[in-house]
Nanobody
Framework: QVQLVESGGGLVQAGGSLRLSCAAS????????MGWFRQASGKEREFVAA????????HYADSVKGRFTISRDNARSTVYLKMNSLKPEDTAVYYC????????????WGQGTEVTVSS
């Protein structure tokens, strides 16, 4: 079992920055793939970023490349999503997920943290 708790969401103006955090507990964090997903109102959940091997293999959605950075601190069992140059279209509930395997199957999800970007 893995428990995930996100934090760091909020309201920000377009062009601003936020850093989301996801604290994990339970099963070995350092060996899990960690991902960030988001779901905007009325839309399906979509992939944002993933760290598949403790920083050695990261992936980003095209829509966030160059603006978002995923990182992790294994000592704190925490994964981060630094979001720069935010746009109104980044408005969504952001979810942290943990998974295992290759490719990873995300089995564990946090409750989400809301990000609103005003224009």
């Amino acid at each position: 079992q893995v428990q995930l708790v996100e934090s760091g969401g909020g309201l920000v103006q377009a062009g601003g920055s936020l850093r989301l955090s996801c604290a994990a507990s339970g099963r070995t964090f350092s060996t899990s793939a960690m991902g960030w997903f988001r779901q905007a109102s009325g839309k399906e959940r979509e992939f944002v970023a993933a760290d598949r091997w403790s920083g050695g293999l990261t992936h980003y959605a095209d829509s966030v490349k160059g603006r978002f950075t995923i990182s992790r601190d294994n000592a704190r069992s925490t994964v981060y999503l630094k979001m720069n140059s935010l746009k109104p279209e980044d408005t969504a509930v952001y979810y942290c997920a943990a998974g295992f395997g290759s490719p990873p199957v995300y089995q564990y999800w946090g409750q989400g943290t809301e990000v609103t970007v005003s224009s």
